[in-house]
């Protein structure tokens, strides 16, 4: 599975919208895009996933560019629980899991 | 919306105890695994299994085993509890590991060995 890099932190006010980017130029074509993010303690939720269009979910949207390289996490009006750590993994479906640092958003308020 | 429990949140164990981590799904998911998670280190599969009686081995085995006797029910065993096995202990659920397959977590489950 491809590799990503994200930024280790960020911050967003609560109301506003949040943008977590995320890098994958190595990703091949086969390979989806997933997020999850984890609350302290807790075990990580699974927010969005996609392969090439941008997609909507009740969480979040996903923006993923034209050449697959690199994609968006948008949440689109941040509140407090809201603050976790940002998980962006480009997998083949079925697949282990793998997990890299992340990035850390914290809302404040 | 998909349901994963785990049987506890918080364990605490003596070293040299077996050990044992129950996982339940309820959306009839073939596939189920259980993941360690550690700072620094990640995530790391221990064991999955893509069917009724049937296991695979993951990344680090060593030192557990595991069980599905029912398709909604997978157990993590550890046939002698170490220090170096606490962890938090993560199980999680997917449909059929194909395609686009979404690996759906429990709450996760904080174990440590005194």
Redesign the interface.
């Known amino acids: 599975d491809a590799k990503t890099t994200q930024p280790p932190s960020m911050d967003c006010a609560e109301g506003r919208a949040a943008n977590l980017p995320c890098n994958h130029s190595t990703i091949s074509g086969n390979e989806y895009v997933y997020w999850y993010r984890q609350i302290h303690s807790q075990g990580p939720q699974y927010i969005i996933h996609g392969l090439k269009n941008n997609e909507t979910n009740e969480m979040a949207s996903l923006i993923i560019t034209e050449d697959r390289k690199s994609s968006t996490l948008i949440l689109p009006h941040a509140t407090l629980r809201d603050t976790a750590v940002y998980y962006c993994i480009v997998i083949v479906g079925g697949n282990k899991l793998v997990f890299g640092a992340g990035t850390i958003l914290r809302v404040k308020s | 919306d998909v349901k994963?429990t785990?049987s506890s949140r918080y364990l605490v164990k003596r070293t040299g105890e077996k050990v044992f981590l129950e996982c339940v799904q309820d959306m009839d998911h073939e596939?189920m695994?259980w993941?360690r998670?550690d700072p620094g280190l990640?995530?790391r599969?221990i064991y999955?299994s893509y069917d009724v009686k049937m296991k695979e081995k993951?990344?680090i085995p060593e030192g557990y085993s595991v069980s599905r006797e029912k398709k909604e029910r997978f157990s993590l065993i550890l046939e002698s509890a170490s220090t170096n096995q606490t962890s938090?202990y993560?199980c999680?659920s997917?449909l059929?590991?194909?395609?686009?397959?979404?690996?759906?977590?429990?709450?996760?489950t904080?174990l440590t060995v005194l």
């Open positions: 994963v785990q596939n695994f993941y998670q990640g995530l599969l999955f993951g990344d938090m993560l999680a997917s059929n590991g194909q395609g686009t397959d979404t690996q759906y977590f429990g709450p996760g904080r």
